[in-house]
């Protein structure tokens, strides 16, 4: 699995581990990926995705999958997820 989030975009970050006697030595620290499927109202079924933990909180507080979409810069999405953010505005639309 790629430790690359498709929805949130984290990805690891590097740094050093530095011990008591103040030696480094490289480390990543990995995002906290779940893989979840989420309910879309627009679309009537869920979509399968990789999110970090803070992105689901983040979807809680926006009101779901499809306010989060709908509300986020297009540019900020995949190409995927902008077909999805189309099919969404034009359910909502209609």
Same mark, same amino acid.
């Given at each position: 699995?790629?430790? #690359?989030?498709?929805?949130?975009?984290?990805?690891?970050?590097?740094?050093?581990?530095?011990?008591?006697?103040?030696?480094?030595?490289?480390? #990543?620290?990995?995002?906290?990926?779940?893989?979840?499927? %989420?309910?879309?109202?627009?679309? /009537?079924?869920?979509?399968?995705?990789?999110?970090?933990?803070?992105? %689901?909180?983040?979807?809680?507080?926006?009101? /779901?999958?499809?306010?989060?979409?709908?509300?986020?810069?297009?540019?900020?999405?995949?190409?995927?997820?902008?077909?999805?953010? %189309?099919?969404?505005?034009?359910?909502?639309?209609?």
């Amino acid at each position: 699995m790629a430790r #690359k989030l498709s929805l949130g975009g984290k990805s690891p970050q590097t740094g050093n581990k530095v011990s008591h006697s103040n030696r480094k030595t490289k480390r #990543k620290w990995m995002p906290n990926m779940q893989k979840k499927a %989420l309910f879309s109202n627009a679309l /009537g079924r869920t979509i399968q995705s990789n999110i970090s933990t803070s992105l %689901l909180r983040t979807l809680d507080r926006v009101g /779901g999958i499809d306010n989060y979409l709908l509300r986020t810069d297009p540019d900020k999405l995949t190409a995927h997820q902008r077909r999805l953010r %189309l099919v969404i505005e034009r359910r909502v639309a209609a």
